[in-house]
């Protein structure tokens, strides 16, 4: 089964740094297969048919732990949460210069519709959409600093999520599909 494991946090602001040619030399020692790794902030693809998501999440942290020396969380999805995720996903919605939109991916234990009450939604600024396994945000450049996401940063919430950019998480995805079990 494919499957991405997403890091929180590292490689971000010089804190946590992570080697990801040897991460993913990590990620194979511990039997995962066709291993591919997405840019420097911890985007893994890979392959694994004998554990459950939770399973290889609790193997992958603990690896990370041994081989780094740091206690990083990892978000595990399958390809079928990845794919309902990216059918929610608006196709007009970019990461440019004039649109910022985010992926957010929830861990379980906050992982249901009640998690919008819980955000800062500003309704004339921000476009918010829950999905199972996410919440997907969208703003328009000129009102980023308005947003309520500007709220969230350092909440006990933010600390149960990683955030990709819809630009990142469509790479994510293809690369996804074009990996083999």
Avoid: C
């Avoid at 089964?1 to 971000?12: C, D, F, K, Q, S």
């Avoid at 906050?110 to 829950?130: A, H, N, R």
């Avoid at 999905?131 to 969208?138: N, R």
Wanted: net charge neutral; charged share 25%; hydrophobic share 40%.
């Amino acid at each position: 089964m494919i499957h991405v494991a997403l890091l929180r946090g590292i490689n971000v602001g010089g804190k946590n740094k992570v080697n990801m040619k040897v991460l993913k030399q990590s990620f194979e020692r511990v039997g995962m297969k066709a291993v591919v790794t997405y840019i420097n902030t911890g985007n893994i693809i890979f392959t694994n048919d004998s554990l459950s998501k939770a399973e290889i999440s609790h193997m992958l942290e603990e690896v990370i732990q041994e081989d780094f020396g740091l206690s990083i969380k990892v978000l595990v999805r399958s390809l079928d949460d990845f794919s309902m995720i990216m059918d929610s996903l608006p196709e007009s919605w970019k990461n440019d210069q004039h649109m910022k939109s985010d992926v957010m991916f929830l861990w379980d234990d906050v992982d249901d519709e009640s998690v919008l009450g819980k955000l800062v939604i500003k309704p004339e600024i921000d476009t918010v959409q829950y999905v199972p396994g996410a919440v997907l945000w969208s703003i328009d450049r000129k009102n980023v600093t308005k947003s309520g996401t500007t709220k969230l940063v350092g909440t006990n919430l933010y600390k149960k999520m990683t955030v990709r950019n819809v630009n990142t998480t469509r790479k994510i995805y293809e690369l996804m599909l074009t990996t083999h079990s």
